[in-house]
C-alpha cells in the first residue's frame, strides 16, 4: 500500500493522454459538425439558386412563347390596342398546370396576383413603390382585352395543362408608355406610348397611331412572365421589350386588296390629266409646295381597270402582266392580263417619258384588319345635337353640318348627306373614326363632304374592319384617310381627294382627282417576327 501511493506520487501526469484524446475527439467532432452544417447549407444554398434559375429560365420561357405568338394573337385581336389603365389594354397568358382555374393574376388575394404593375402603370393601382416592394392590390379585371375574362388566353406549349407544364403562370402583355419601366423615360416624357423605328424607341408624336406617324413606326409591347416553383417559395420575374420592325413605305394611294377584276375600277377625274397625283405633308409640307404629276401610285391583289380620261399619274400595280397569268388567285383575262384600260384617253400619264408611270407586278399584300372599337358603339339612332365630343355614338345621319372636336369616335354608322352636309373639325386636331365590323354600311358622305382644317390627311383617320359597303362623294377638298381592307368602298363627285384610300374593292368616279399624301402611306403587315428590343429580370 505505501508502495503504490509513492508509485503514484512519482507519477502525476497518468490519464493526461487519455483527457486530450477525449478533447480532440471533441474537436474532431465539432469540426466534423461543422462541415456537415457548411455542406447542408451550400447545398440549401445551391438548391435555393437552382430553383431560383429554373424559375427565371420559366420566366423567359414564358415571354417567348408570347413573343412567338404575337402574330396569332394580333390577328385574333387579342393584343392591347391602348394603354392603361383602359379597358382592352391587358392581355394575360395564362400557364396553370393541372390546376385550371388556380392562377387569377386580376384577383386581389390570389397565390399569383400580379403585384408589379403599379411600377410600370403609376395609375392602375393607385401606388407606385420602390421598385423592390410589391404592389399591395391588385389591377381590375376592367382592363382586360375583350372576352378574355370569360375564356382566358392559354399556353399552348408541351405538357401545357399537365402536372408537367413549364412552372411559369402567367404572362402579361401591354402596350409600353414613357417611364413603363421605372425611372426610365424614353426622351424625358411620360405617360406617352412608346413606337419602335426599327433601330431606335420613340414618342407617339403628330399622329394618332405609331403607324401613321411619319416615316412609319410600330408599337412597342411590354411582355412581364411570372415564374414560381410547385412550393411557390420562389418567384422570378422576366421583362422584355419587343415590336415589328416597320415595313417599308407603301407606293400606292389607293390600293384594293380584293382579288376582283376588277377590284380596282377607276373612271374619274375629270378631263385633265392627270387623275392622280401625288405631294406630301411630312415636314410643314402642302400641295401647292410639294406636288408632282408623278408618284400618285395605285394598285390591287387582282385587277385594275382604267376607263374614260382616267390617266394615273404614277405606276399601277397588278399581280401580272400577263394574258393568261400563272396559276394566281382569280386571275382576270383581259388582253393586258389583271390591268386593262377602256378608252383612248386611260391609261399612265407620262410628263417627258417618267419610266416610273408604267403597269407593274406586285403584290398580294396583306394589311391588318382594324380592330373592332371598345366600347362597341350600340345600332340605334343618335338624337342628340350636330356638335360632338369624342366618345361612343350610334347611328349618326344628318344633311347639316357635323362639327367634330379632335379625339377617338366610336360611331356605329355615320351618313353626311344634302347639298350643304358636311363634317367638319373643330378647333383643328386629330379625329380618329372607328365603326364595328357588324355595320353593314358604316360611312356614307356626301353634300360638301369632309371639312379638315389642317389639310393633314393623318388627321382624318377613317378605320373599319368589315365586310360592307363605304361612300364618299363630297363636293369639296377633302383631307383624310380610310383603312377598311375588307370593305367595299366608291368615291365620287366632284370634290378632290387627298390621302390615302385602303379597300377591298374601290369604285373611283365622279370628276374629282385623287391626290396622294406620301405622309399617311400606310405599310402592309409585317409577317415577321416581333423584334426582342431588350430584356431584363425585375427586382422582385
Known amino acids: 500500500m505505501l508502495i503504490k501511493t509513492k508509485h503514484r506520487k512519482s507519477h502525476p501526469e497518468r490519464g493526461v493522454a487519455l483527457l486530450f484524446a477525449l478533447f480532440t475527439l471533441l474537436l474532431l467532432s465539432a469540426i466534423a459538425a461543422s462541415l456537415m452544417f457548411m455542406t447542408n447549407t451550400e447545398s440549401s444554398v445551391n438548391s435555393n439558386y437552382r430553383s431560383e434559375r429554373l424559375s427565371a429560365f420559366a420566366a423567359k420561357a414564358g415571354m417567348e412563347e408570347v413573343r412567338d405568338r404575337m402574330p396569332a394573337l394580333n390577328t385574333a385581336a387579342k393584343l392591347p390596342t391602348t394603354l392603361p389603365p383602359l379597358a382592352g389594354s391587358v392581355l394575360y397568358v395564362l400557364n396553370e398546370g393541372a390546376a385550371p382555374g388556380?392562377?387569377?393574376?386580376?384577383?386581389?388575394?390570389?397565390?399569383?396576383?400580379?403585384?408589379?404593375?403599379?411600377?410600370?402603370?403609376?395609375?392602375?393601382?393607385?401606388?407606385?413603390?420602390?421598385?423592390?416592394?410589391?404592389?399591395?392590390?391588385?389591377?381590375?379585371?376592367?382592363?382586360?382585352?375583350?372576352?378574355?375574362?370569360?375564356?382566358?388566353?392559354?399556353?399552348?406549349?408541351?405538357?401545357?395543362?399537365?402536372?408537367?407544364?413549364?412552372?411559369?403562370?402567367?404572362?402579361?402583355?401591354?402596350?409600353?408608355?414613357?417611364?413603363?419601366?421605372?425611372?426610365?423615360p424614353v426622351n424625358g416624357a411620360t405617360a406617352t406610348q412608346v413606337c419602335w423605328n426599327g433601330s431606335t424607341e420613340l414618342l407617339l408624336s403628330g399622329a394618332a397611331t405609331c403607324q401613321t406617324m411619319s416615316p412609319s413606326t410600330n408599337p412597342v409591347y411590354m411582355i412581364t412572365s411570372l415564374a414560381a416553383n410547385a412550393s411557390g417559395s420562389t418567384r422570378r420575374m422576366v421583362q422584355a421589350e419587343v415590336a415589328l420592325s416597320p415595313a417599308q413605305p407603301f407606293p400606292y394611294g389607293l390600293f384594293a386588296t380584293g382579288t376582283a377584276c376588277p377590284a380596282l375600277n377607276f373612271h374619274g377625274g375629270g378631263n385633265s390629266d392627270p387623275a392622280t397625283d401625288s405631294f406630301t405633308t411630312a415636314n410643314n409640307g402642302t400641295y401647292a409646295t410639294t406636288q408632282s404629276d408623278t408618284l400618285g401610285d395605285v394598285g390591287a391583289n387582282g385587277g385594275v381597270l382604267l376607263s374614260g380620261h382616267s390617266e394615273i399619274g404614277g405606276a399601277v400595280a397588278v399581280p401580272s402582266l400577263l394574258a393568261t397569268p400563272p396559276a394566281l388567285p382569280n386571275p382576270c383575262s383581259g388582253s393586258q392580263g389583271d390591268y386593262s384600260t377602256s378608252g383612248a384617253n386611260a391609261g399612265t400619264y407620262n410628263p417627258g417619258a417618267f419610266p416610273g408611270n408604267v403597269p407593274t407586278q406586285s403584290g398580294p399584300y396583306t394589311f391588318p384588319t382594324p380592330p373592332d372599337p371598345i366600347p362597341a358603339p350600340p345600332n340605334t339612332a343618335y338624337a342628340g345635337g350636330n356638335t360632338l365630343v369624342p366618345g361612343t355614338y350610334g347611328n349618326i345621319s344628318t344633311n347639316g353640318t357635323l362639327t367634330l372636336a379632335p379625339g377617338v369616335y366610336n360611331m356605329y354608322s355615320l351618313s353626311i348627306g344634302g347639298g350643304s352636309g358636311t363634317v367638319t373639325v373643330s378647333p383643328p386636331g386629330v379625329v380618329v373614326i372607328n365603326f364595328p365590323s357588324a355595320s353593314a354600311n358604316p360611312l356614307s358622305i356626301s353634300g360638301q363632304g369632309i371639312a379638315n382644317p389642317t389639310l393633314i390627311a393623318n388627321n382624318f383617320q377613317i378605320n373599319y374592319g368589315g365586310t360592307g359597303t363605304m361612300s364618299i362623294a363630297g363636293k369639296g377638298s377633302e383631307y383624310a384617310i380610310v383603312d377598311a381592307p375588307n370593305a367595299a368602298m366608291a368615291v365620287a363627285g366632284n370634290g378632290d381627294f387627298f390621302g390615302r384610300i385602303v379597300a377591298r374593292t374601290i369604285d373611283y368616279g365622279g370628276n374629282g382627282k385623287f391626290h396622294f399624301d406620301k405622309n399617311s402611306a400606310l405599310g402592309p403587315q409585317s409577317n415577321g417576327g416581333y423584334q426582342l428590343i431588350s430584356m431584363r429580370e425585375i427586382s422582385y
Not at 393601382?125 to 416592394?133: F, K
Open 102 to 184: 388556380t392562377v387569377r393574376p386580376w384577383v386581389a388575394g390570389n397565390a399569383y396576383m400580379d403585384d408589379e404593375m403599379c411600377h410600370d402603370f403609376a395609375v392602375v393601382q393607385g401606388q407606385q413603390p420602390a421598385p423592390d416592394v410589391r404592389c399591395t392590390s391588385a389591377p381590375s379585371s376592367a382592363y382586360l382585352v375583350a372576352g378574355t375574362l370569360a375564356a382566358p388566353v392559354t399556353s399552348n406549349y408541351p405538357w401545357s395543362g399537365t402536372s408537367a407544364a413549364l412552372s411559369y403562370k402567367w404572362i402579361r402583355v401591354t402596350l409600353k408608355q414613357s417611364n413603363s419601366v421605372q425611372l426610365y
